[in-house]
């Protein structure tokens, strides 16, 4: 990937078409679209990011309210929490697109994750649930890094169910989506057919088109 591509962050309105990761983690992490060729980032607020986390179901939707109301209340700083999320999704962009190209590990990246991974403990605890033990959220809206606690929680956990052989970014040109491929066949290539899968169908059909009419 292109590190030296400068990100426009952009007013977005989210639709169900942009949640195709699969998982809530790669949904995050593709809340930057074009890390290719003109990456762009749709989270322009943390209000934003908090109507993001609603889309996803990521924490209970009352607590989810109560931190829209405090935000809106102007009760809490909201951009240094802000800034760390955004940090912390290029650093799962990072671990995520070595593991799907199998290249090395940054220990440092490691290191920075384990913190985070740590911290997110506070806002979890062990519950029982008939005859089995289950993760229930146990955070409040007066902690403004409870989303970012939430994610490093589900990344780590995604991270060592590593499904080596679904997990895939998208081949689209200006797209490098993450997404887990759930087709039977395993052979899904693109974020979605009706975009980046039918865009890169029709540069094919025109290349061809070029040539054979070059050949002629």
Same mark, same amino acid.
């Given at each position: 990937?292109?590190?030296?591509?400068?990100?426009?962050?952009?007013?977005?309105?989210? %639709? $169900?078409? $942009?949640?195709?990761?699969?998982?809530?983690?790669?949904?995050? %992490?593709?809340?930057?679209?074009?890390? $290719?060729?003109?990456?762009?980032?749709?989270?322009?607020?943390?209000?934003? =990011?908090?109507?993001?986390?609603?889309?996803?179901? =990521?924490?209970?939707?009352?607590?989810?309210?109560? #931190?829209?109301?405090?935000?809106?209340?102007?009760?809490? +700083?909201?951009?240094?929490?802000?800034?760390?999320?955004?940090? =912390?999704?290029?650093? #799962?962009?990072?671990?995520?697109?070595?593991?799907?190209?199998?290249?090395?590990?940054?220990?440092?990246? #490691? +290191?920075?994750?384990?913190?985070?991974?740590?911290?997110?403990?506070? &806002?979890?605890? =062990?519950?029982?649930?008939?005859?089995?033990?289950?993760? @229930? %959220?146990?955070? @409040?809206?007066?902690?403004?890094?409870? &989303?970012?606690?939430? %994610?490093?929680?589900?990344?780590? +956990?995604?991270?060592?169910?590593?499904?080596?052989?679904?997990?895939?970014?998208?081949?689209?040109?200006?797209?490098?989506?993450?997404?887990?491929?759930?087709?039977?066949?395993?052979?899904?290539?693109?974020?979605?057919?009706?975009?980046?899968?039918?865009?890169?169908?029709?540069?094919?059909?025109?290349?061809?088109?070029?040539? @054979?009419?070059? @050949?002629?």
């Amino acid at each position: 990937m292109k590190d030296s591509l400068t990100v426009k962050t952009t007013d977005h309105q989210f %639709i $169900d078409a $942009d949640f195709i990761g699969g998982h809530p983690v790669l949904d995050f %992490i593709n809340t930057v679209t074009g890390r $290719d060729e003109q990456p762009q980032d749709w989270l322009d607020s943390y209000e934003k =990011l908090v109507s993001w986390a609603k889309k996803v179901d =990521l924490l209970p939707l009352d607590t989810l309210t109560d #931190l829209s109301k405090k935000i809106a209340e102007n009760n809490v +700083e909201t951009e240094p929490a802000f800034l760390q999320l955004k940090e =912390l999704r290029e650093e #799962l962009f990072s671990l995520f697109y070595s593991l799907i190209s199998k290249q090395a590990l940054s220990a440092e990246l #490691l +290191e920075q994750l384990e913190k985070k991974w740590h911290a997110s403990y506070s &806002i979890h605890r =062990l519950v029982k649930i008939n005859d089995k033990i289950a993760v @229930s %959220i146990n955070g @409040s809206a007066a902690d403004i890094l409870l &989303i970012e606690k939430r %994610i490093i929680y589900l990344a780590v +956990e995604l991270a060592c169910q590593f499904p080596t052989n679904r997990l895939r970014i998208c081949k689209g040109t200006n797209c490098s989506w993450l997404f887990l491929d759930s087709s039977k066949a395993g052979r899904r290539c693109w974020c979605d057919m009706k975009t980046c899968g039918n865009t890169s169908k029709a540069r094919r059909f025109m290349v061809k088109k070029k040539l @054979s009419n070059t @050949s002629s």
